[in-house]
């Protein structure tokens, strides 16, 4: 990212887009993207991703240390047990997608991969996603929880909540989470059509693209 000016209008940028386009409403989701010095510039609490001011984004330090800004989202443990645990991580979003809440919601959605293989752009942008249980919004336990997965998961799914997704960059992590919730939705959509799914052999070469990618270990 170059420069913080240019940071925060990118923020409020993709941040619009998302907010025209339904894939989160009201004052939910937020967004955290790191500066050049290592700090974070971060969505504030209660603010409308359709109306965001980019001198008033939330500012910390490197030391995690709020610095200036309007008082930022109380998912920062979310935010920073992805920085914490994600090497090279540049950017974290976390959006309330409808269709990826309400895939969620079902009982039979595997933990372990909750996005079943329909097209390869899930897989290549996001890899295995984990499906988390419920928690309070602003529970620091969703940090543990992420911290938990020791860094080898790119995106998770908190049940009845949304996804959160971490990226190198804010328009990859972008990119990923709308992704995200484009597959929900044709898992909605397909369910219990018997849709014909990718096969283990290609899978295993889009994860390892998606590896490769992230440049993490693997999942």
Known sequence: MK???AARELVCTLAKSMFDRGLTSGSTGNISVQTEDGGLLVTPTGSSFGRLDPAALSKFDRQGNFVSGSPPTKEMPLHQAFYETRSGTGAVVHLHSCHSVALSLLPDVDTEDFLPPLTPYG???LGRVKL???FLP???AIGEAIRGLAGKRSAVMLANHGPVVAGK???AACYAIEELEDTSRLAILTRGLHP???NSDNKKTLFGLHQLSSQQPNA
Do not use: Q, V, Y
């Open 138 to 140: 602003g529970d620091p």
């Open 132 to 134: 988390l249980p419920f």
């Open 196 to 198: 014909r799914l990718i």
């Open 123 to 125: 897989i290549m942008k």
């Open 169 to 171: 960059d804010l328009e």
């Open 3 to 5: 420069g913080e000016t």
